[in-house]
């Protein structure tokens, strides 16, 4: 057997590279070497591995999958505290996050939510999915008490499309709080993209981001509910990330030093063709992004969040993951061209109208966050939409902090932001600059009934971030 060359160097900034570091990151090595994936190999000379003993690094891991059967998945989501993982957590069946739920276009999806937080009242919404907002739907105006259950049910469009989305709560005034302990999981639709070349064969990993939290003094987030886990690729495999910040109010400013990111797919909506990013990739409070990535040489490299914002966003460089590239290196296989045409481009229809939408906030006592000067009513529908039509959206900020925009049920072509066209895509959660300006197109082609948007940032739409539109016939 030939001996794996030294990495040139490591492949994380001098000066990030603190003793403690090292010892962490040459645990991975360590970890890794037990999996048989010929980490010894690498280790042979390579005095990272050589400096440092089993020990703490934990690895990467998924939650439970939870699959549809014959078109149909029915499952419970229990709520509850989590207290071994600590006093203010919560998640679905006990885990953070909840089990991963799989489903195909066609498929009918019945949850029976319980609320077993022992306090507060709850809810839940499908983030990201295309489904009816009425009744037992994704109707985020229903309210669990404390103790008792309810019995959602969806039918998932024939035509959806496929990729990340997710689930959490969204009782109003809640939903920072339960979301920050924890309840949040991932919901994946499968769908063509999943089929083409380049992509069918690279391993899947879904990465699920929730934090920050101060750990032994520093600010951590979680993947999966691990601390810095550990990420195995071979040298030059391609493997399919899906990532999810299920955060609630911190975005992450994603760099993996010599790996760019092959975007495929945002907020659960296929790109047209991959869109290769080299620098950091901020990815807002409950935005997705599904990339390919090749493994680089031999090594390891920080997935961290660079430092980010300004004034009361302003958060530092916190780690996310360590990737350790290890084992047979394998011949890089070409990364696809083209994905999904966009069933239909927004930029060449004639919008029915236009709206202007402004979240605006202020720094009283206590703030005031606020949408068309209002704040949440949800007695109130701000705005009426036509089914069957194409609206134009300038949504305006006018704070000097970021507010990522979602609305619910609907996903939005992204025109312009700041007056910059944007290559096609559609999105569900938008990041709105500091005193910016974006410009989206909203099919509102199916779905009659009373859903939200908001900021995504709970804290906000706790504090009233939020509106309510209405699909009427
Ligand atoms: Cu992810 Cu209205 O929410
Ligand atoms: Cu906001």
């Given at each position: 057997?030939?001996?794996?060359?030294?990495?040139k160097s490591p492949v994380t900034p001098a000066g990030a590279w603190t003793r403690r570091r090292l010892l962490r990151t040459g645990t991975a090595a360590a970890g890794l070497a037990s999996?048989?994936?010929?980490?010894?190999?690498?280790?042979?000379?390579?005095?990272?591995?050589?400096?440092?003993?089993?020990?703490?690094?934990?690895?990467?891991?998924?939650?439970?999958?939870?699959?549809?059967?014959?078109?149909?998945?029915?499952?419970?989501?229990?709520?509850?505290?989590?207290?071994?993982?600590?006093?203010?957590?919560?998640?679905?069946?006990?885990?953070?996050?909840?089990?991963?739920?799989?489903?195909?276009?066609?498929?009918?999806?019945?949850?029976?939510?319980?609320?077993?937080?022992?306090?507060?009242?709850?809810?839940?919404?499908?983030?990201?999915?295309?489904?009816?907002?009425?009744?037992?739907?994704?109707?985020?105006?229903?309210?669990?008490?404390?103790?008792?259950?309810?019995?959602?049910?969806?039918?998932?469009?024939?035509?959806?499309?496929?990729?990340?989305?997710?689930?959490?709560?969204?009782?109003?005034?809640?939903?920072?709080?339960?979301?920050?302990?924890?309840?949040?999981?991932?919901?994946?639709?499968?769908?063509?993209?999943?089929?083409?070349?380049?992509?069918?064969?690279?391993?899947?990993?879904?990465?699920?981001?929730?934090?920050?939290?101060?750990?032994?003094?520093?600010?951590?987030?979680?993947?999966?509910?691990?601390?810095?886990?550990?990420?195995?690729?071979?040298?030059?495999?391609?493997?399919?990330?899906?990532?999810?910040?299920?955060?609630?109010?911190?975005?992450?400013?994603?760099?993996?030093?010599?790996?760019?990111?092959?975007?495929?797919?945002?907020?659960?909506?296929?790109?047209?063709?991959?869109?290769?990013?080299?620098?950091?990739?901020?990815?807002?409070?409950?935005?997705?992004?599904?990339?390919?990535?090749?493994?680089?040489?031999?090594?390891?490299?920080?997935?961290?969040?660079?430092?980010?914002?300004?004034?009361?966003?302003?958060?530092?460089?916190?780690?996310?993951?360590?990737?350790?590239?290890?084992?047979?290196?394998?011949?890089?296989?070409?990364?696809?061209?083209?994905?999904?045409?966009?069933?239909?481009?927004?930029?060449?229809?004639?919008?029915?109208?236009?709206?202007?939408?402004?979240?605006?906030?202020?720094?009283?006592?206590?703030?005031?966050?606020?949408?068309?000067?209002?704040?949440?009513?949800?007695?109130?529908?701000?705005?009426?939409?036509?089914?069957?039509?194409?609206?134009?959206?300038?949504?305006?900020?006018?704070?000097?902090?970021?507010?990522?925009?979602?609305?619910?049920?609907?996903?939005?072509?992204?025109?312009?932001?700041?007056?910059?066209?944007?290559?096609?895509?559609?999105?569900?959660?938008?990041?709105?600059?500091?005193?910016?300006?974006?410009?989206?197109?909203?099919?509102?082609?199916?779905?009659?009934?009373?859903?939200?948007?908001?900021?995504?940032?709970?804290?906000?739409?706790?504090?009233?971030?939020?509106?309510?539109?209405?699909?009427?016939?």
């Open positions: 057997m030939s001996r794996t060359p030294r990495p999996l048989g994936v010929g980490l010894s190999r690498l280790a042979r000379g390579d005095a990272l591995a050589q400096s440092v003993a089993p020990g703490d690094l934990d690895k990467y891991r998924e939650p439970e999958v939870r699959r549809s059967v014959d078109g149909v998945l029915a499952t419970t989501l229990d709520a509850q505290p989590v207290a071994e993982l600590g006093p203010n957590k919560m998640g679905y069946e006990g885990t953070i996050p909840g089990p991963t739920l799989r489903v195909a276009p066609g498929d009918v999806l019945r949850i029976d939510l319980v609320n077993n937080l022992g306090g507060p009242m709850t809810n839940l919404h499908l983030h990201g999915m295309h489904v009816s907002p009425e009744g037992n739907g994704d109707n985020v105006f229903v309210t669990v008490e404390p103790g008792e259950s309810f019995a959602y049910e969806y039918a998932i469009p024939t035509n959806h499309r496929g990729g990340l989305n997710w689930y959490h709560p969204h009782h109003h005034g809640d939903a920072g709080a339960q979301v920050g302990a924890g309840l949040a999981g991932a919901l994946v639709v499968e769908g063509p993209i999943d089929r083409l070349p380049g992509i069918a064969e690279a391993p899947e990993r879904i990465l699920i981001v929730q934090g920050p939290s101060a750990a032994d003094g520093s600010l951590r987030f979680t993947v999966n509910g691990v601390v810095n886990p550990e990420i195995a690729i071979r040298p030059g495999e391609t493997q399919r990330w899906r990532i999810l910040n299920a955060s609630a109010n911190n975005p992450v400013n994603l760099l993996l030093d010599g790996y760019p990111f092959h975007l495929i797919a945002t907020d659960g909506n296929p790109l047209p063709e991959p869109r290769t990013v080299d620098g950091p990739l901020l990815i807002a409070p409950a935005e997705r992004y599904e990339l390919l990535v090749q493994g680089g040489p031999p090594g390891f490299a920080a997935l961290r969040s660079l430092p980010w914002g300004e004034l009361g966003q302003a958060q530092p460089e916190i780690p996310i993951a360590t990737v350790v590239s290890v084992g047979e290196p394998v011949a890089p296989r070409p990364l696809p061209t083209a994905l999904l045409p966009l069933d239909r481009d927004l930029r060449e229809v004639e919008p029915d109208r236009q709206r202007i939408v402004t979240f605006e906030e202020d720094f009283s006592s206590p703030p005031f966050f606020a949408i068309d000067g209002a704040g949440f009513d949800p007695d109130v529908v701000n705005v009426t939409a036509k089914l069957g039509t194409v609206e134009e959206w300038v949504v305006r900020n006018t704070s000097p902090e970021w507010h990522p925009f979602h609305i619910h049920v609907m996903d939005v072509q992204v025109i312009s932001i700041d007056g910059v066209p944007q290559p096609p895509a559609y999105k569900d959660t938008v990041n709105l600059p500091p005193q910016g300006e974006v410009v989206l197109r909203i099919p509102f082609v199916d779905f009659p009934g009373k859903f939200v948007f908001h900021c995504h940032l709970l804290a906000h739409e706790d504090f009233g971030m939020m509106a309510v539109i209405e699909v009427v016939p």
